[in-house]
């Protein structure tokens, strides 16, 4: 009984600094999401598709100097020797890369306000994909959630004359990577180097094609250009592997509410420094997604505490 009594002061050191790391670790990966606006605006002057090819490249080429320092080249070869595994990889890499350049483009094009609904809805088209694809049971909060989701993107149609594509398609493209993700059993720095081997050979092909039109992707840029498209890579790979990280140490609760800080801090960084206008009716869409986002953490933790 003593030594019983004795140890629990310790379990619950470990479990509180095992708790507080991950929530450093998560902290740290959506903080450098949420500083990806302000890091691509100073490429401005490389077009979206330039970027996403220096992304890719160095982002595969720092995640190979990793496994190579970690000796994790086996579980790539694990991971390869499965068909399955190398081609949901593949088409995981072919949406994550949509994703990276909708967000470029949207960068480019001053609509972070717009990029930001996007993420902002990605926890909701989760809820709207695992209903669709993997037939959950939805609860009464999570069709809330639904509903309050489809008529901000109601709201959008009605007030602003258009459809939020830019929003739709980051949400839609990073919710379908999410889902096809989840169901590859590979760990994240391996999977993410399979994702981005997969976007080498289209990459390639539009460096070949803009090089015969006189254009060079990787080359002929100044050298603080050349180090930020270099950093792309490592902004690229950092925070995916502080997110796993985040996720071995935390329960899923607490990282869905880690989660909001990326687009929040892209929304502040859209109008109190690039100055974007945050029209009245867009404040609507975002008050119902806020109150979607609200019910859908509300029955994520509730299905938390039901599991614990």
Request: charged share 10%; with cysteine; aromatic share 12%.
């Given at each position: 009984?003593l030594?019983?009594?004795?140890?629990?002061?310790?379990?619950?050191?470990?479990?509180?600094?095992?708790?507080?790391?991950g929530?450093?670790?998560?902290l740290?990966?959506?903080?450098?999401?949420?500083?990806?606006?302000?890091?691509?605006?100073?490429?401005?002057?490389?077009?979206?598709?330039d970027?996403?090819?220096?992304?890719?490249?160095?982002?595969?080429?720092?995640?190979?100097?990793?496994l190579?320092?970690?000796?994790?080249?086996?579980?790539?070869?694990?991971?390869?020797?499965?068909?399955g595994?190398?081609?949901?990889?593949?088409?995981?890499?072919?949406l994550?890369?949509?994703?990276?350049?909708?967000?470029?483009?949207?960068?480019?094009?001053?609509?972070?306000?717009?990029?930001?609904?996007?993420?902002?809805?990605?926890?909701?088209?989760n809820?709207?994909?695992?209903?669709?694809?993997?037939?959950e049971r939805?609860?009464?909060?999570?069709?809330?959630?639904?509903?309050?989701?489809?008529?901000?993107?109601?709201?959008?149609?009605?007030?602003?004359?258009?459809?939020?594509?830019v929003?739709?398609?980051?949400?839609?493209?990073?919710?379908?990577?999410?889902?096809?993700?989840?169901?590859?059993?590979?760990?994240?720095?391996?999977?993410?180097?399979?994702?981005?081997?997969?976007?080498?050979?289209?990459?390639?092909?539009?460096?070949?094609?803009?090089?015969?039109q006189g254009?060079?992707?990787?080359?002929g840029?100044?050298?603080?250009?050349?180090?930020?498209?270099?950093?792309?890579?490592?902004?690229?790979?950092?925070p995916?592997?502080?997110?796993?990280?985040?996720?071995q140490?935390?329960n899923?609760?607490?990282?869905?509410?880690?989660?909001?800080?990326?687009?929040?801090?892209?929304?502040v960084?859209?109008?109190?420094?690039?100055?974007?206008?945050?029209?009245?009716?867009?404040?609507?869409?975002?008050?119902?997604?806020?109150?979607?986002?609200?019910?859908?953490?509300?029955?994520?933790?509730?299905?938390?505490?039901?599991?614990?």
């Amino acid at each position: 009984m003593l030594l019983s009594a004795s140890r629990l002061p310790l379990t619950s050191i470990v479990d509180k600094g095992k708790t507080l790391a991950g929530i450093g670790f998560g902290l740290g990966a959506y903080g450098i999401w949420g500083f990806f606006p302000l890091f691509f605006r100073q490429l401005g002057h490389v077009s979206p598709a330039d970027v996403l090819c220096n992304r890719a490249l160095w982002g595969c080429v720092l995640v190979s100097l990793i496994l190579t320092v970690r000796r994790g080249w086996p579980q790539v070869g694990s991971a390869a020797r499965r068909p399955g595994n190398v081609l949901r990889l593949a088409f995981a890499g072919l949406l994550v890369g949509s994703n990276w350049l909708g967000f470029l483009w949207a960068v480019d094009q001053r609509l972070v306000i717009a990029g930001s609904l996007g993420y902002f809805l990605t926890p909701l088209v989760n809820v709207l994909l695992g209903m669709l694809v993997l037939k959950e049971r939805l609860n009464g909060k999570e069709w809330a959630a639904v509903g309050l989701a489809v008529a901000a993107v109601g709201n959008e149609f009605i007030a602003l004359g258009s459809l939020p594509w830019v929003s739709l398609f980051l949400g839609g493209t990073f919710g379908l990577y999410g889902l096809v993700r989840k169901q590859v059993p590979v760990d994240a720095v391996s999977g993410l180097w399979l994702e981005t081997l997969s976007m080498l050979p289209l990459v390639g092909l539009y460096a070949l094609w803009q090089g015969s039109q006189g254009h060079a992707v990787f080359t002929g840029h100044d050298g603080l250009t050349d180090f930020l498209l270099a950093m792309s890579g490592v902004m690229t790979a950092l925070p995916l592997m502080l997110f796993a990280a985040a996720t071995q140490r935390l329960n899923l609760a607490t990282v869905g509410m880690l989660m909001y800080i990326n687009p929040t801090m892209q929304l502040v960084t859209a109008v109190w420094i690039f100055g974007e206008e945050l029209q009245p009716a867009r404040l609507v869409t975002f008050g119902l997604i806020w109150a979607g986002l609200l019910c859908y953490s509300w029955a994520g933790w509730e299905k938390y505490r039901q599991a614990a």
